[in-house]
């Protein structure tokens, strides 16, 4: 059990999981859909929570955002970090509430924006663990944003796999020459104390490596005609053209406005708190 654990947490499952997440290649039905109808999508879960004060409604779209993450196929590290902060975050407000004299109406306002929050993050999980940079990129480009903009998105998800293994490469260098405590302390203190030490100093090396890396890419598209193709017409029509709203699409975002709609009517209908 301990091994298996030990397994799980280790560093190269992280990194992977955070490849699986920044490539999206766990499938769901979001990533089948048009990248340009999944952000429309994100956008009406991602708004309609702050119209609202009711426990119902929030409660409706909350239970829409689990729904949302299960369809997306979220991995366990995006979720589980998820659960953490929202659990910690909870907990956190209510006893700040409880010491400091709160009633009821104190925590119901904790409790909705809780599920604000809880509704939105889940919202934005489902729709951005289930776009790769490539077509979120397109998506941004098709919607008139700027190209610099499109091609930041797409790089600085390219750029983090490379940064997990750039960082792992140096941190585990510099473990291999720095000599463990003689004494480890109390709780192995000391050992803890070196370990935060070498985390720290690890990002001096990244910074210089992610530079070079910025202006190697930079030379390499611009002799490629970045810049040229993705301001020419042409060149952004032929980039653009496999984008296609398909019946999917128009279903998911349709069944989602009704949902949404639902929620408000049961809000209405049913009010948990007056």
Same mark, same amino acid.
């Given at each position: 059990m301990a091994?298996?654990?030990?397994?799980v947490?280790?560093v190269d499952w992280?990194?992977l999981e955070?490849?699986?997440?920044?490539y999206?290649?766990r499938?769901?039905i979001?990533?089948?859909m048009?990248?340009r109808?999944?952000?429309?999508?994100?956008?009406i879960?991602?708004? /309609?929570p702050? =119209?609202?004060?009711? #426990?119902?409604?929030l409660?409706g &779209?909350f239970? !829409?955002g689990?729904?949302s993450v *299960?369809?997306a196929?979220?991995g366990?590290?995006?979720l589980g970090?998820?659960?953490?902060?929202?659990?910690?975050?909870?907990?956190?407000?209510f006893i700040a /509430?409880?010491? =400091?004299?709160?009633? #009821?109406?104190?925590?119901?306002a &904790?409790?909705? !924006?809780?599920l604000?929050?809880g *509704?939105?993050?889940?919202?934005?999980?489902?729709?951005f663990?289930?776009?790769?940079?490539e077509?979120?990129?397109?998506?941004?480009?098709?919607?008139r944003?700027?190209?610099?903009l499109a091609f930041?998105?797409?790089?600085?998800?390219?750029?983090?796999?490379?940064?997990?293994?750039?960082?792992?490469?140096?941190?585990e260098?510099?473990?291999?020459?720095?000599?463990?405590p003689?004494?480890?302390g109390i709780?192995?203190?000391?050992?803890i104390?070196?370990?935060?030490?070498?985390?720290?100093?690890?990002?001096?090396?990244i910074?210089l490596?992610?530079?070079?890396n910025?202006?190697?890419?930079v030379?390499?598209l611009?002799?490629r005609?970045?810049?040229?193709?993705?301001?020419?017409?042409?060149?952004?029509?032929?980039?653009l053209?496999?984008?296609?709203v398909?019946?999917?699409?128009?279903?998911?975002?349709a069944?989602s406005?009704?949902?949404?709609?639902a929620?408000?009517?049961l809000?209405?209908?049913?009010p948990l708190?007056?």
């Amino acid at each position: 059990m301990a091994r298996k654990t030990h397994d799980v947490l280790s560093v190269d499952w992280v990194r992977l999981e955070l490849l699986r997440t920044a490539y999206s290649t766990r499938g769901g039905i979001f990533s089948r859909m048009d990248p340009r109808m999944v952000l429309l999508w994100y956008l009406i879960l991602a708004i /309609a929570p702050w =119209f609202t004060h009711n #426990l119902t409604v929030l409660l409706g &779209l909350f239970g !829409l955002g689990v729904v949302s993450v *299960a369809l997306a196929r979220v991995g366990p590290l995006v979720l589980g970090l998820f659960v953490i902060g929202l659990g910690a975050d909870v907990i956190g407000l209510f006893i700040a /509430a409880f010491l =400091f004299g709160g009633d #009821l109406d104190t925590l119901v306002a &904790l409790a909705e !924006l809780n599920l604000k929050l809880g *509704a939105v993050s889940m919202a934005s999980m489902a729709a951005f663990v289930s776009l790769d940079p490539e077509k979120l990129s397109d998506a941004l480009l098709s919607l008139r944003a700027p190209e610099l903009l499109a091609f930041g998105v797409s790089y600085g998800y390219r750029m983090l796999p490379i940064l997990v293994d750039e960082y792992v490469t140096v941190f585990e260098g510099q473990r291999l020459r720095h000599a463990p405590p003689q004494r480890r302390g109390i709780l192995g203190w000391r050992v803890i104390l070196q370990w935060c030490t070498l985390a720290v100093t690890a990002f001096y090396p990244i910074m210089l490596n992610t530079a070079k890396n910025v202006r190697t890419t930079v030379e390499a598209l611009e002799t490629r005609g970045f810049t040229y193709g993705a301001a020419n017409p042409r060149g952004r029509s032929l980039r653009l053209a496999y984008l296609r709203v398909t019946p999917l699409d128009v279903a998911v975002v349709a069944a989602s406005v009704l949902a949404v709609a639902a929620a408000f009517w049961l809000g209405v209908q049913f009010p948990l708190y007056r």
